[in-house]
């Protein structure tokens, strides 16, 4: 059994100023978010990106995340505690924030900018799908580092490479490290899916259907190894509330991948007519 590393939580100190691991994990999204935005754009100029098109749209996206992962970490989550606290959903530095409510937030933001530069929603969620799952490692990461949301308990003589986690356990527990193995499908596996997926034209839409397809699949799996929150537990059926969240967002994204795929046939069909 493996022992976490037990980082230091500050990543930098700049005199009084302290830089936390977490708050760097998001300096970090934002920076690949640009990165890989601008090659998208210049691999995909098809699609009419500019530098100043990205900067707005990296501005609504972290509006669309911040706002949104908090609220729906208040509404998913905590929603009778913060009816009785109001005035601590806005105390963002004590933690929380939902992956299911930033995805919302984003994608009220994404329709925001498409209608300020003339685009459809499917065509700003295409673009930026490909960009989202380095974001998603990099939260994955930080919650490495903070040694929070372990995995379940589990037999380390099967699983090696599972954990003792000090901060959870007080004595020595092995545990699945999930945000690992999170980190390794929510950020690797899907980013090479849809980097390579989105590098030629397809059927508008299907880029980001098969993100919802994806993110779900490999959320709901990867559920099975987290240890659910302490408040919530498990649900019907034995399920998590992120599976549960997670399996809409397959299904949605199944049909969406067959509709804009067979829309996009039978339009070519008819212009062969």
Known sequence: MLTHPQFDPIALSLGPVAIRWYGLMYVIAFVLFMVLGRMHMNR??????????????????????????????????????YLSHPIEIFYVWQGGMSFHGGFLGVLVAMWLFGRKTKRTFWQVTDFIAPLVPTGLGAGRMGNFI????PGRVTDASTWPWAMWFPQVDPTPLARHPSQLYQFATEGVLLFLILWIYSRKPRPVGTVSALFLIGYGSVRFLTEFARQPDDFLGFLALGLSMGQWLSLPMVVTGIVLFWYFNHKAATSTQATRR
């Open 44 to 81: 995909r100029p098809d699609l009419g990106y500019s530098k100043e098109s990205m900067d707005d749209l990296l501005f609504y996206g972290m509006l669309g995340v911040v706002l949104g992962g908090r609220l729906g970490f208040v509404l998913f989550y905590k929603p009778m505690y």
């Open 146 to 149: 903070n040694g929070e949301l």
